[in-house]
Each structure stands twice: as C-alpha cells, then as structure tokens.
C-alpha cells in the first residue's frame, strides 16, 4: 500500500506534485563515490552529463539531484572551493541541455546553496548535515523547498525513531518560524546510525507520517544493504529494490536512486498492488 502525504511543493514556480511517489536520479559529481555517476576528470564531461541526466529524465526521474562532496566514510574532506568548481560544469550544461529540469542540489554549506540558488536557478537544497541557522535562512529567503536529514550525534539515552521524531519537530519549527515553507523529511539512512538502527527507522518509517510532511528515502546502495548481504555496493540493486518496496508501502514520496528505470518499476508495481 502506498500511503504519500498529499503534498504539492512549488519548485521555482513550477508545482510538484508528491501524492504520487516520484524519483531523484542521482548525479555524483565526485571521483571517490561508492557508486560514481561521473568522473569529474573525464575530457568529454559535458557529453557524458547530458547523456547520463538525459537517460535519467527519459526513465521518469522528476528531480535530478547534483553532489560534489563525497559522503562516504572516510572520505577526504571537499574544500568549498573544490566543491564550488565540480557543481558549476554539471549545473550549467543541464540547465542549458534541460532548462525545465527540477534541480537539487546536495550541499551542507549555506553559501554554496545560495550561489546555486541564484546562479543555476536550483530549485531543492539536499542538506544532508541535519541543518544549521544560516541555511534555514538561505532557504527561507529564497522559499526553496528544503530536504532536512535526521542527521545527529546518537542520544543513547533514547529510543532511535523517538529521537528522529524530536529532531524534526524542532527543526521543522525553526525553518517555519523563518518563513520557510517546503520541508522534505529525509531519514538519513547511513549517517551516524548502526545498521540495527536503520532498519529500526525503516521499520517505522510510517510514523513520520504524522509530521504531515513528505519523505524522501536515501537507500540506493548504501551500507545498510552491502553490510547485511556482503556483497560489494555495485552489486546491490536488488537489495535498493527490496527496500524501496518497503519504504513505499510505508508512506516515501521521493526515491534517490543511481537507477532510475528500476525505481520507476517499483512505484509503479507498488501502486498497482494498492
């Protein structure tokens, strides 16, 4: 059963409609990713952007969500500089190939948000650091639609979905009390949780629901399925699959994913099993 909240988030003027589950399609632009999209070394960059966001929208993906910091576990730190130079080819070739595209762009500094903001026309920030007072503000200002990650230091002291449950709460206040006004709850799967804990939030990933607010749902060959299989994470697919199944059945409204064809599948089947 697919159980979306009934949302509508105004993306740059345009109106996205979340009641009906929808696709972010992935494009990395880093050289050290678990599951790297495109090397920002390559000499026919350009090309290999269009084809690959091209590919990407043709498949259904409404969001293309750019990154240019690895998140991956003991990555080098990415200089605001280093970060500021890969965004700026994909940004700029993707909003002139596909100038109606949705873009998001995934960045925990608030001045890199605001350049691409005003720069690119960006319509999503995709802050995975859990938020901080001068990007709700830049968000705020702009009336960017805002994707807020449970991502904090554990508090032992409590359950694992009751502290999400605060962390959005309080957050979710701050950004509103700023004026900001589309909010997308992001789970953080794989940020400074065990692998019991994710599937403990999976597992109750409904409960977000009561937020009224929708989610988006980060599973796409991450951790909390290589682990578990022992499989190396390009080989998990079928996995991302599984838990995508599961995360629609419990109320997601945004997949990220490396494979969009595939995810589209999934909603597909899921909302036909309705």
Known sequence: MIRCVPYTINVGGQLLDLSTPCVMGILNMTPDSFYTSVSPDSSSLDDIIVAHVGRMLSEGAKIIDVGACSTRPGSEPVSAEAERERLAP???????????????????RSDIAEWCINTYGVQIINDISGGCDDMFDVVA???????????????PSIDICQQELLFFSDKVQQLRDRGAKDIILDPGFGFNKTLEENYELLNHLDALLLLELPVLVGVSHKSMIYRLLNLPPSECLNGTTVL?????????????????KEAMQCITLTHKAN
């Open 90 to 108: 994909a940004l700029d070739i993707i909003r002139r190939t596909f100038p109606d595209c949705i873009l998001s762009v995934d960045t925990f």
């Open 141 to 155: 200002k702009y009336g960017t639609p805002y994707i807020l990650t449970f991502n904090e230091e554990r508090n």
């Open 244 to 260: 995508h199944t599961l995360s629609l059945a419990k109320g997601a409204s945004i997949l990220r994913v490396h494979e969009v």
